[in-house]
């Protein structure tokens, strides 16, 4: 079945440090691909998406690139801040899903001053 | 300002009890979606609905149940059936379902049980 993989957290790292956290893909098809954040005790924001292969989201500094050939949407960020701690969440929504984000387990992020 | 709301905040339910959770958005949209998170784990999928009128279970639908009466409204029944219901339960919304559109989540309502 369709399904997605983080890299496991926490991940923890100083202010300005370059980020990446992995998501790879298993599906049907041609998904869009959704990285999604949420802060502590709230719910869940979209941080960027793509719907394509070789698209790139972008927004806030944060990137990731479809890559179909890896199957494999990895975040990444040149230089983060102690406001980008919050939990990021990978998914994908196939075709003949109705809609329905299917998600990683999440992953971390802890950025100390 | 459009939006999601989630009441209420904090839900507690006791041994054999029912509870409802509401789901309000004004953000005109079709399609209405509930989650559950468990600490540590993803998002699962409870139940979903792309119309009035109609909805269709999820990947965990066991022990909850549905409505989507209004456009607008989409509340989650926990039933005495869900044994283990202590969870994190968003509700989002879509503009029409499509697997390109994004999803917009409410702040949550954190289930407990007494």
């Known amino acids: 079945g369709d399904s997605v993989t983080q890299m496991e957290g926490p991940v923890t790292l100083s202010e300005e440090a370059f980020l990446t956290i992995n998501c790879t893909y298993t599906?049907?098809?041609?998904?869009?691909l959704f990285w999604y954040v949420q802060y502590p005790g709230e719910g869940l924001q979209l941080l960027l998406k793509?719907?394509?292969?070789?698209d790139k989201g972008s927004n806030k500094g944060f990137e990731a690139t479809y890559r179909k050939e890896t199957t494999s949407f990895h975040l990444e960020k040149g230089s983060v801040q102690v406001s980008d701690s919050a939990v990021y969440f990978c998914?994908?929504?196939?075709?003949?899903?109705?809609?329905?984000?299917?998600f990683g387990q999440g992953t971390e992020l802890s950025v100390k001053p | 300002d459009g939006g999601i709301t989630q009441s209420p905040k904090y839900l507690f339910r006791k041994e054999g009890q029912n509870v409802t959770l509401s789901c309000e958005q004004n953000?005109?949209?079709?399609?209405m979606y509930w989650y559950r998170q468990d600490p540590g784990q993803g998002l699962r999928l409870i139940y979903y609905?792309?119309?009035?009128?109609?909805?269709q279970k999820g990947d965990i639908a066991e022990g909850y149940s549905v409505s989507r009466e209004k456009k607008e409204s989409f509340p989650l029944t926990v039933t005495s059936a869900q044994k283990n219901p202590t969870a994190f339960y968003l509700c989002?919304?879509?503009?029409?379902?499509?697997?390109?559109?994004?999803?917009?989540f409410g702040p949550g309502t954190r289930l407990l049980v007494l």
């Open positions: 989002a919304s879509s503009m029409t379902g499509g697997h390109i559109e994004t999803q917009y």
């Open positions: 599906a049907t098809g041609y998904p869009s």
């Open positions: 793509a719907t394509k292969a070789d």
């Open positions: 998914a994908l929504s196939v075709i003949q899903g109705g809609g329905k984000l299917i």
């Open positions: 953000l005109n949209h079709d399609a």
């Open positions: 609905s792309q119309i009035v009128n109609d909805f």
